[in-house]
């Protein structure tokens, strides 16, 4: 069939593929699979049962809920009714919340869980035009709060009177409809409702279709990334359903290694973050195992390096390179791939730049991350490297219909099938950011080389002018220092001031291995962090990565927090992006100091 709506996606996924194992659930300590011919059913149970509740063409509808199944229907029975969802990430408070809702102007709101429906009863009062509030897990006893399990009730007990007109609605939209108001994670002011409209995500999924080889029924992926965030959305999900490959929900992001042996999954789309601290606990097992142990694998590691530039760059491999890489594969690198469950294909990466150490790392290991790039508005891919065209440092070339060009001053615009419509009531947002002409501002800094390959320097408001007039881009520093197994993140300051410092937040767990190992006494972790002897330690780090920038790139003074940066705290985005502005803001004083005590010496 015609593939030009999500609402396609669906019944091409029900009707063509008809995957017996289309989702997969943790139940009972073992995963099992839902075919599509129950995911079909069932959601068209949802929307009907969404019908029943007011739901109309045009009507949005918030859904706040980690991954699982009942996201999903909750999704179609939404879509199928010509409705807009419009996902909130569960890590929001009450008030961030409640404008969502208001801006949007949804009328109905799916909820996950109890702590999900506790924060919307926290706002109930305030939104007069709410309807109902569904929970997808447990038996609500609260006024105008009905079960997941009502939900389809009230659907089944119309379907065979109503699921033809139901189909027919479904297949009536068009792909210039809106699908979906995504609101972004706003560092800066209210956040924007970015209007996607079917036609945007199709073209996304279609392109992703032509680039990555995968599907036909024997495929799986493990879903963990918010359903919320378009990324995950795009690529964990409807590409999934198109190409007919079975979704497994992680149970939780701590969950993910042991689920990945569970499933045993060909793909896994994920951000930087997780692969850095992969690396970074494989390095770390390397480095405490025994003399032998950790000459084989620093010894394969650099076999493996060499015989992947080779090969990326389609150079000739000597013979003795070859075999060397062979034995490193099968001593080292095929433990590894255990880990992942055995038949992983590839990772996917987006969100934030990808270091290529690590990037080259993986792909010595048999296991390749693809790094692609865009943004929410952008449905969100604008390009992508795949596996017979990668370059690593870049995020590939353009996806089909996708055009881009570099502005004289380094930012990045794209145009194509991809970009939103615009911004849900901000006409003056969307005037910035998308011309007369169709060409989207990224508001992100970088340059095409001649190959058609795209690199990301930095975002354009976080590149960091000196009082020097230097221009340094923080994340290529930010992401060298993070390799360190000491640390977990660094964030660079010096917009407007006379050199580079930064706030380093320590790898708790090595660092209190390292305490432990020299005797170091601590009541708490404020305590250590402020320990001579750890300054020491991490001023020795700093001096290590200065060395290799140049002198109005290095970091002069630091300051070690004593906490992880994390969303609910207000210091990270869902997506795992440094909220910046946040940050300087928080620790102001702080940061003040560091400036203070450099000019008093």
């Known amino acids: 069939m015609e593939v030009r709506t999500l609402n396609d996606i669906f019944f091409r996924a029900t009707r063509e593929n008809k995957n017996p194992k289309a989702f997969q659930r943790k139940v009972h300590g073992n995963y099992q699979g839902i075919s599509a011919e129950t995911f079909e059913r069932q959601a068209i149970q949802a929307a009907l049962g969404l019908q029943k509740l007011g739901l109309r063409p045009g009507d949005r509808v918030a859904l706040i809920a980690h991954n699982r199944y009942e996201w999903a229907l ?3 029975g939404i879509l199928l009714s010509a409705g807009i969802n419009v996902p909130i990430y569960p890590t929001l408070l009450p008030e961030q919340i409640l404008y969502i809702i208001q801006n949007s102007g949804s009328n109905l ?25 569904i929970l997808m897990d447990g038996s609500p006893d609260e006024a105008g709060v009905m079960s997941f399990e009502q939900l389809l009730e ?11 007109a139901l189909e027919e609605l479904a297949l009536s939209v068009q792909p210039d409809q809106a699908c979906s108001f995504i609101y972004t994670s706003g560092t800066t002011g209210d956040p924007k409702g970015v209007i996607l409209r079917h036609g945007n995500i199709v073209s996304n999924v279609k392109g992703a279709f032509g680039k990555f080889p995968i599907g036909g029924g024997e495929d799986s992926c493990l879903s963990f990334l918010p359903l919320s965030h378009i990324f995950e959305r795009m690529a964990g999900y409807y590409f999934m359903l198109y190409a007919d490959v079975s979704i497994a929900y992680a149970e939780s992001i701590d969950t993910v290694p042991q689920n990945l042996i569970e499933v045993r999954p060909s793909i896994m789309v994920s951000v930087p973050r997780l692969y850095e601290k992969m690396y970074a606990r494989i390095l770390d097992a390397a480095l405490s195992g025994s003399f032998i142990k950790k000459q084989l694998f620093f010894w394969a590691k650099k076999k493996g390096e060499q015989w992947a530039e080779k090969a990326i760059n389609g150079e000739e491999i000597s013979g003795g390179l070859n075999f060397a890489y062979g034995i490193a594969a099968k001593l080292v690198f095929s433990k590894l791939k255990t880990r992942t469950g055995g038949r992983l294909k590839f990772f996917v990466s987006g969100g934030a730049p990808l270091n290529s150490e690590i990037a080259k790392f993986f792909y010595a290991a048999g296991l390749p991350i693809l790094e692609g790039y865009g943004l ?4 969100p891919v604008i390009t992508a ?5 990668i370059r690593l440092g870049s995020v590939g070339k353009p996806f089909p219909d996708v055009e881009v060009k570099i502005a ?12 939103m419509q615009g911004y849900y009531k901000d006409e003056e947002a969307t005037r910035a950011a998308l011309g007369s002409d169709g060409w989207f501002a990224t508001g992100d800094v970088g340059a095409i080389d001649n190959d058609g390959f795209l690199s990301i320097l930095d975002r354009k408001k976080d590149i960091i002018v000196t009082a020097g007039g230097k221009n340094i881009a923080p994340q290529p520093i930010e992401n060298r220092f993070k390799m360190d197994k000491f640390l977990s993140e660094c964030v660079l300051i010096g917009d407007k001031r ?21 005797d170091i006494i601590y009541t708490s972790l404020t305590g250590l962090v402020a320990d001579p002897r750890i300054r020491n330690l991490y001023q020795r780090r700093v001096d290590k990565y200065n060395a290799e920038l140049a002198r109005f790139e290095q970091v002069k003074q630091f300051a070690l927090l004593d906490k992880e940066m994390t969303i609910d705290g207000g210091e990270l985005t869902p997506s795992m992006k440094v909220k910046r502005n946040k940050i300087e803001e928080r620790y102001k004083e702080l940061i003040d ?9």
């Not at 580079?500 to 767990?509: C, D, Q, R």
Request: proline share 2%.
């Open 376 to 379: 929410t508005e952008t449905s």
């Open 109 to 133: 709101v799916i909820c996950s869980d109890n702590e999900m429906l506790q924060k919307v009863l926290q706002i109930r009062h305030q939104l007069e035009d709410l309807r109902e509030i």
């Open 154 to 164: 009230l659907g089944e007990s119309q379907y065979e009177d109503r699921k033809d």
């Open 408 to 419: 004289e001053d380094g930012e990045i615009f794209t145009r194509g099938p991809h970009v």
């Open 74 to 76: 909750s999704d179609f």
């Open 593 to 601: 100091s560091l400036y203070e005590e450099a000019a008093a010496k």
């Open 385 to 389: 490297n795949t596996l017979e065209e």
């Open 498 to 518: 006379n050199f580079i410092s930064a706030l380093l937040v320590p790898n708790f767990e090595n660092l209190l291995r390292y305490a432990k190992e020299h």
